[in-house]
């Protein structure tokens, strides 16, 4: 009987495997450990600051130039007790002033606020006057010329009388301040430039 030779082969191939176990791979180990050297260095990013570098800077403000100059004096007046007197506000260097504001203080154990009145000035009237703590001798102002274009007034005008019933007795007096307390000073010209205040104190004598 003839055999071919393909069938040898495969009687061939079969003797050769025998009966060899069947080897099992475990796939761990054909895990290959990296070296600590070939293993990528990450890097921990290094905590931030939370702190913020901002500060804040509280900016004073720049000394603003002045424009010019206005004067404002009360006068030295007399009066007898349980009188009225009236005292003028009168003004030097006023030049193309469009606004203003200040304070006026006096003795309240001596003087009486009464009213204001004899307005000089355009759009001034009694409602530019803050009578609430009039009481305490204490009158604020402000003024505003709504024309925007400016005010002359020849040196010694008087803008405004103050009056006062005196209620102090012989003897007594009351200064007369222009003051920045409680309103501060402001004074503003036709170029909106500010103007600075100065002041003459007055006073009311008792006889």
């Known amino acids: 009987m ?3 030779p393909f069938l040898l082969l495969f009687l061939f191939l079969i003797s050769c495997r025998g009966d060899r176990p069947h080897q099992k791979i ?5 895990k290959t450990a990296l070296n600590d050297a070939d293993k990528p260095q990450v890097k921990t990013p290094e905590p931030k600051n939370e702190q913020s570098t901002a500060v804040k800077k509280v900016q004073e403000s720049p000394s603003v130039p002045y424009a010019g100059s206005l004067t404002l004096a009360a006068q030295n007046i007399e009066g007898r007790p349980g009188e009225i007197v009236c005292m003028d506000i009168t003004v030097a260097n006023f030049q193309e002033v469009i606004s203003m504001q200040y304070s006026l203080q006096w003795d309240s154990a001596v003087l009486e606020y009464s009213n204001v009145h004899g307005f000089q000035l355009p759009f001034l009237s009694e409602q530019n006057f803050g009578t609430h703590k009039s009481g305490e001798g204490i009158l604020t102002f402000i003024w505003i010329d709504n024309t925007l274009q400016g005010k002359n007034l020849p040196d010694g ?3 405004y009388q103050a ?3 005196v209620i ?3 003897g007594q007096r009351s200064h007369f301040i222009i003051t920045n307390k409680p309103t501060p000073f402001e004074s503003v010209n036709a170029q909106e430039k500010l103007l600075e205040i100065t002041t003459v104190e007055g006073s009311v004598e008792i006889k």
Do not use: E, H, R, V
Not at 26 to 30: E, F, G, Q, V, Y
């Open 2 to 4: 003839k055999i071919f």
């Open 163 to 165: 009056c006062f019933k």
């Open 157 to 159: 005008s008087s803008i």
């Open 168 to 170: 102090g007795q012989s």
């Open 26 to 30: 475990d796939p761990a180990s054909t």
